[in-house]
């Protein structure tokens, strides 16, 4: 079965800042790797998802994420943090193309955003 | 406008009722998904449906139940057997093999 961590509980930067938040996965084969944003007592709505193909994949609201096989990891990154990104993001993993019920999220990474 | 609904947005429940929670979708997607989210936990699978007139368990289905008589529903029940019901569900739906879950707005239940 697969399993994702998200190392950080919990992360503030200031506005204009970059963010890197970390996400590992486990599981044998290629995975199908997705990141969700979730305000507060809101839906999740994705942000970005890779299948295969280029491991820097890019998604909305100037979000992008690298797929590194060698680590398992499937880190989301943006260059200048928006106060309206402070919010919750969960990292998910399917196992395989058609993965069913085997979707797996990680834990989550609240943010924060300095003014 | 294509999308996901869930209601209502709060729901209470008293000691040894049951309750319903609503989840429709227009998207025509044939997988729809019920979630449990807590606090640090993330989000955990209760059941899952793949076809009208079929669905699987989860990893925490226990105290709740699910039907799938319409493709487009995907009612939850949360029954009197489930003794730590306070959370916020959610429900998803996916189209193809392969493509992202959507997600409707949630419900938050509380209890009496």
């Known amino acids: 079965a697969q399993s994702v961590t998200q190392p950080d509980i919990h992360i503030t930067v200031s506005e204009g800042a970059s963010l890197e938040l970390r996400c590992n996965y486990s599981?044998?084969?290629?995975?199908?790797l997705f990141w969700y944003v979730q305000s507060p007592g809101q839906g999740l709505q994705l942000l970005l998802k890779?299948?295969?193909?280029?491991?820097l994949v890019q998604g909305i609201k100037g979000f992008e994420a690298e797929f590194k096989r060698s680590q398992s990891s499937f880190n989301l990154r943006k260059p200048s943090v928006h106060w309206s990104d402070a919010a919750e993001y969960f990292c998910?993993?399917?196992?395989?193309?058609?993965?069913?019920?085997?979707?797996?999220f990680g834990p989550g990474t609240r943010l924060s955003v300095l003014p | 406008d294509g999308g996901i609904t869930q209601s209502p947005k709060y729901l209470f429940r008293k000691e040894g009722q049951n309750v319903t929670l609503s989840c429709e979708q227009n998207?025509?997607?044939?997988?729809m998904y019920w979630y449990r989210q807590d606090p640090g936990q993330g989000l955990r699978l209760i059941y899952y449906?793949?076809?009208?007139?079929?669905?699987q368990k989860g990893d925490i289905a226990e105290g709740y139940s699910v039907s799938r008589e319409k493709k487009e529903s995907f009612p939850l029940t949360v029954t009197s057997a489930q003794k730590n019901p306070t959370a916020f569900y959610l429900c998803?739906?996916?189209?193809?093999?392969?493509?992202?879950?959507?997600f409707g707005p949630g419900t938050r239940l509380l209890v009496l």
């Open positions: 998803a739906s996916r189209g193809n093999p392969g493509e992202t879950q959507y």
């Open positions: 599981y044998g084969a290629t995975p199908y």
């Open positions: 890779y299948f295969s193909g280029d491991t």
């Open positions: 998910a993993v399917g196992a395989g193309w058609n993965y069913g019920q085997n979707f797996v």
């Open positions: 998207l025509n997607h044939d997988a």
């Open positions: 449906s793949q076809i009208v007139n079929d669905f």
